[in-house]
Each structure stands twice: as C-alpha cells, then as structure tokens.
C-alpha cells in the first residue's frame, strides 16, 4: 500500500491521536511541546489513501557528521503510534509490513545516527529488523498494586514545587558532567509541574519526581535522587499516591539497578530500542 509522510502541529496531533496504539505519556502533546522548548521536536504523520495510518515524534540535531535522532532526556518511550494493532495475524501482518517499512526508511533515510525507545507494547519487531535498524532488548519492572497502610513508617514526606533543590539533588548524584544544566533541567521540571503532570515528593535525604499518565492510568518514576531513596518510594506507595495507577520504575537495565528496584516486587516488563550507527560510533 502507498503511504505518504507529512509533518502535522501539535493541535492536530493531539486532536487525533489518543487513541492510538502505543499511545502513552512521553508522546503526548503535552509532553512534547515540553521538550519543544529546548530541542528540536517535530510531529509527522503516516497516510494511506484510507487516512492516518501513524504519527511519530522526532528529535532532530544537526552535527558535522549529519543529523541526530536522540531521545530527550529523562524519556521512557519516544515511539510511533498506529491507528490498530489487529489481533488478526494476517492483517497485523500487513499493516506492520506497510506502516513500520515507511517509518524505518524515513528514519534511515534522514538520519546517520538515532536511538530510540519503543513502548513494550510492541513486542514484535520483527519489521523493524527487517528494514534494517537494530532492536536492542532492554527492560523495566512494572508494579501494579502496593499494599497501603494508614500509618506508615518512616520520615514524614511531602510534595514540594522545588525545582532547585531537586536539581540540587541531582547534580549531587553525578561525580562527573552532567548531562543536562540547570537551566534546562529546571524548564523541564516546571513545565511538566505546570502542566499537571509531574509531583516532587521529597523528605530530608531523597526526592522522586512523578510523571503521571492518566490516559494509561500509569505513573512513572521519572527522577530519582538522595539516599535511602527506597524507603520515600515505598512510602508514596503505601500512603495511596499511586492508587489507581501502575507504576513503572523506568529501567532495570545493569545489575546494581535491578536488584534496587526488584524489592519493589513488581512485573519485569522487555521492551526495545531501535538503533541505527555508522561504523565510526
């Protein structure tokens, strides 16, 4: 089937892609006009003579050597969405064969180098391999229930609008350079917070920023700094501020990780990056 790419503003992507499979809060209008501010974010849709097939975001930076796909900072997904995933194989099939071979040559065509993560949902990518990017496993847990108490243990928490101090935190977790200023980091932080969708709960040894997903009904670890930065986690569990919601830890991807987060007893959940390198990365 013949399909077409154009680029779309942030108003018409929102206005027709909730629906979407692969949906999820890292593409999301909100999310990506967030980063909009700082990077070079553009939408694209995929058409067939039958209508919208896709949407995707790209993040795009000019270097000397071509351009970049790079995933934005902090971000879990940064995937393509589809109009259906049929659950009739021969369908699927076709559909995948069509809309993914369009997304992987564009993205080969127009990039030297990217790296991008999809959402576990798609766990066939199989077209993506065809079309000749890499599908790299990696993986994250997964909690959906925690057992609340009325009366936890531990120190006392609260939700704070501190930006700052948790840059501060932050800064105190890297020995080296980091890998965002402060400036940048604090943008982000607040346009999420203004947005709605970001909480900082914080005692006097650690802070977590929370991304909530209310379309999935799923809310994301998505800063973690400080100390004993376990025992504020389980208690924003037991204390109910994830009720409601599945928790995604984001990432369980090296050993010292993984055993952290597996107290946490959740789901161990594979999803994929895509990859494309020239030879001299």
Do not use: C
Not at 28 to 47: Q, R, V
Not at 231 to 236: A, H, M, V
Not at 263 to 269: I, Q, S, T
Request: proline share 2%; hydrophobic share 40%.
């Amino acid at each position: 089937m013949l399909m077409k790419i154009d680029r779309i503003d942030f108003d018409f992507y929102e206005k027709n892609s909730g629906n979407f499979f692969g949906f999820n809060i890292f593409v999301s209008k909100n999310y990506l006009e967030t980063f909009a501010g700082l990077k070079n974010i553009k939408i694209y849709s995929i058409s067939s003579e039958n209508g919208i097939e896709a949407f995707f975001p790209v993040n795009e930076k000019k270097t000397p050597l071509g351009k970049f796909f790079l995933t934005p900072q902090f971000t879990q997904f940064f995937n393509i969405i589809l109009k259906s995933n049929p659950k009739n194989e021969k369908e699927k099939f076709f559909r995948y064969r069509d809309v993914i071979s369009t997304y992987s040559n564009f993205l080969r065509k127009n990039f030297v180098y990217l790296s991008l993560p999809l959402h576990h949902d798609f766990d066939d990518v199989r077209f993506f391999k065809w079309n000749r990017l890499k599908a790299i496993p990696f993986y994250t847990y997964l909690v959906d229930s925690f057992k609340e108490k009325e009366n936890s243990e531990g120190e006392d928490f609260k939700i704070v609008n501190d930006s700052k101090k948790l840059f501060e935190s932050y800064k105190e977790s890297y020995k080296g350079k980091l890998p965002i200023g402060e400036k940048d980091f604090i943008f982000i932080v607040d346009s999420l917070k203004e947005k709605g969708i970001l909480k900082i709960f914080s005692n006097s040894k650690a802070n977590v920023a929370v991304l909530y997903d209310d379309f999935n009904k799923v809310s994301y670890l998505y800063i973690i700094t400080g100390k004993d930065t376990y025992f504020l986690i389980e208690q924003i569990f037991k204390e109910g501020h994830f009720k409601g919601y599945a928790v995604d830890l984001m990432g369980a991807n090296t050993e010292r990780i993984a055993k952290y987060k597996s107290k946490f007893k959740g789901e161990l959940k594979l999803y994929f990056k895509l990859e494309k390198k020239y030879a001299i990365f």
